[in-house]
């Protein structure tokens, strides 16, 4: 019969026990500990795995919801084009408008300017050729006696100048130099000797001291003379009075047009 000795079998125990206790500590708690780090590490994982998940389903629910907004935007955004553009040309239809209507508002003006010039150089050139025939045919046509008579009115328009105006006559014989001043005389033809006489008499009178007087023909005066001494100059000719009618005549016409 098998003997059980109590004390052997505590013994064994207690053994036992330690050996539990020393493989504890020594392998169970270390192998423990490691494999709870290796679960928290793991956990860690994943939740971080989790958490960036649920941040990418966001951002993909972000990018979705933006690509189901994004036809609208698009639309938008070119109706706005659209109306920007619709207004761009508005505008610049109404600047080209504005420049156009400037253009042709100055294009009036100039047409009207070159026709008004033109009309202008017409009106100069015809008066001046009907007052060229008619020198022309006064030169021929005029009797001598009319030539004379505008010789004896320039002598008596510078024997006026004496009683009206002394002071240019004063003037005319201060500016005077020369000892024997000169006369220049052009005539429209060959002065008589009583007329020579008459015209230095008269200039020796104006210079207050005996003059000299040089005389020259030209035709173009048809009748009458001009006169100059010092920085007097006097003329009384059909030339002039030509001259005269056809600043009038185009004074008078210009008028007319401008009251039109």
């Known amino acids: ?47 971080s795995a989790l958490a960036k998940e649920e941040e990418a389903e966001q951002k993909l629910k972000m990018i979705e919801e933006r690509l189901s907004n994004l036809d609208f935007e698009i639309e938008e955004r070119l109706q706005k084009a659209y109306r920007q553009a619709q207004e761009d040309t508005g505008s610049l239809i ?8 400037m253009i042709l508002i100055e294009a009036e003006k100039e047409a009207e300017n070159f026709k008004k010039h033109e009309f202008n150089q017409l009106r100069e050139t015809l008066v001046s050729t009907i007052l060229n025939i008619s020198s022309q045919i006064l030169r021929r046509s005029t009797p001598d006696v009319v030539h004379e008579n505008l010789v ?27 000892r024997t001043p000169t006369v220049h005389v052009t005539s429209a033809r060959e002065l008589t000797p009583e007329k020579q006489r008459s015209l230095v008499k008269t200039f020796s009178a104006l210079a207050d001291k005996n003059v000299n007087m040089e005389i ?40 007319s047009v401008d009251g039109e």
């Open 1 to 47: 019969m098998l003997e059980i000795d109590p004390v052997t079998i505590l013994a064994e125990i207690f053994n036992f026990l330690i050996l539990a206790v020393v493989l504890y500590f020594l392998l169970f708690k270390p192998m423990a500990k490691s494999v709870m780090e290796r679960a928290d590490a793991k956990n860690a994982a994943l939740e």
């Open 94 to 101: 109404q600047a080209t408008h504005k420049e156009a209507e």
């Open 152 to 178: 004896d009115e320039l002598t008596t328009e510078i024997w006026d100048l004496g009683k009206r105006d002394m002071q240019q006559v004063r003037t005319l014989r201060d500016s005077l130099t020369e």
């Open 216 to 255: 020259e023909i030209n035709p173009d005066l048809i009748a009458g003379v001009h006169a100059r001494i010092g920085d007097l100059i006097i003329e009384n000719s059909l030339a002039m009075e030509l001259s005269d009618l056809k600043t009038e005549v185009l004074k008078s016409l210009e008028e």
